[in-house]
């Protein structure tokens, strides 16, 4: 019913940028938060940024001032600038959507299928 497509990874050198897009598609009604994780090769998948549909942000610590998350609301997308990349901020990033379908009007949590960056000299 609700697609989201991530696209923008890549392998970058050290202190280079990215920008990771995600697109939420299908049968949408109203779509409340969006948010971008990440897991890296044997740790757990962690939050790194959300922001809500009012446009409030939040950030882990570890890449406060470094990613802006922001979002363009008629195309149903969100994006996660990311500079001063970093050889930690190698994961796997997924898109993560908190959407209300049309068809039913319930809510759910929706995933991309993931997109890799790698940051490495």
């Known amino acids: 019913q609700v697609q989201l497509v991530e696209s923008g990874g890549g392998l970058v050198q050290p202190g280079g940028s990215l920008r990771l897009s995600c697109a939420a598609s299908?049968?949408?009604?109203?779509?409340?938060?969006m948010g971008w994780y990440r897991q890296a090769p044997g740790n757990q998948r962690e939050l790194v940024a959300t922001?809500?549909?009012?446009?409030?942000?939040n950030y882990i610590d570890s890449v406060k001032g470094r990613f802006t998350i922001s979002r363009d609301r008629a195309k149903n997308t969100v994006y996660l600038q990311m500079n001063s990349l970093k050889p930690e901020d190698t994961a796997v990033y997924y898109c993560?959507?908190?959407?209300?379908?049309?068809?039913?009007?319930?809510?759910?949590?929706?995933w991309g299928q993931g997109t890799q960056v790698t940051v490495s000299s």
């Open positions: 299908g049968s949408i009604f109203s779509i409340y938060a």
């Open positions: 993560n959507a908190g959407v209300v379908v049309r068809t039913s009007l319930t809510g759910g949590d929706y």
């Open positions: 922001i809500s549909g009012a446009g409030t942000t």
